[in-house]
């Protein structure tokens, strides 16, 4: 199956540790990603101390799965002066890298959405000590699954148009 088809939200996990060079993996494939005149606006914390993970899971009632892991990794949006307006894009792209090349290893994972909610950026920077103009952008959960999720294909061919939207 792709990979695509399988990279799935994991919000369960077991107690197992992610291997150090397995994390490696996963930051290289991050910065992989394409960005804007090749701008890599990005810099990436890697949160494996408990009370910080428990700290984060705080930073919106939909980040709760951060309790259930022994490791994340929070992007950071940095400032560029090449294609700004472009950062957002190729930080989104970024994010995808590391979701594609977790589930490549085995390792489940969600994206948890943060950049640009004040509420969500004041707390994470709060917690992390980031300044400088530095943001968080996402925040993303790892683990290894608890169980296996059903793939479900969301392929809409109402969704698809040729040349121009039908009047
Ligand atoms: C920008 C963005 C923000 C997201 N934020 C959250 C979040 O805060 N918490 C969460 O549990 N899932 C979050 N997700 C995961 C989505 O809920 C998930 O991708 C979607 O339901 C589709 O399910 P799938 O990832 O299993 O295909 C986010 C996904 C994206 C792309």
Redesign the pocket.
């Known amino acids: 199956m792709s990979l695509l088809l399988e990279?799935?939200?994991?919000?369960q996990f077991t107690d197992k540790v992610i291997e150090k060079e397995l994390i490696d993996k996963i930051l290289k494939s991050a910065m992989q990603a394409p960005s804007a005149h090749n701008q890599q606006p990005w810099e990436f914390i890697v949160v494996d101390n408990r009370e910080l993970l428990d700290k984060l899971s705080l930073a919106?009632t939909?980040?709760w799965?951060l309790k259930n892991v022994n490791i994340a990794i929070v992007p950071l949006i940095i400032p560029t002066e090449a294609s700004p307006h472009f950062a957002v894009q190729d930080m989104?792209a970024a994010?995808q890298n590391i979701?594609l090349e977790a589930t490549n290893l085995g390792i489940g994972s969600?994206?948890?959405?943060?950049y640009p909610l004040d509420e969500r950026v004041n707390h994470i920077e709060e917690v992390l000590n980031i300044t400088g103009g530095k943001h968080p952008f996402?925040m993303i959960a790892l683990g290894y699954p608890q169980y296996d999720?059903e793939t479900?294909i969301?392929y809409n061919s109402k969704r698809v148009h040729y040349n121009k939207l039908e009047e």
């Open positions: 990279r799935k939200s994991v919000r919106s939909s980040a799965m989104a994010t979701l969600v994206w948890i959405g943060v996402s999720k479900k969301r």
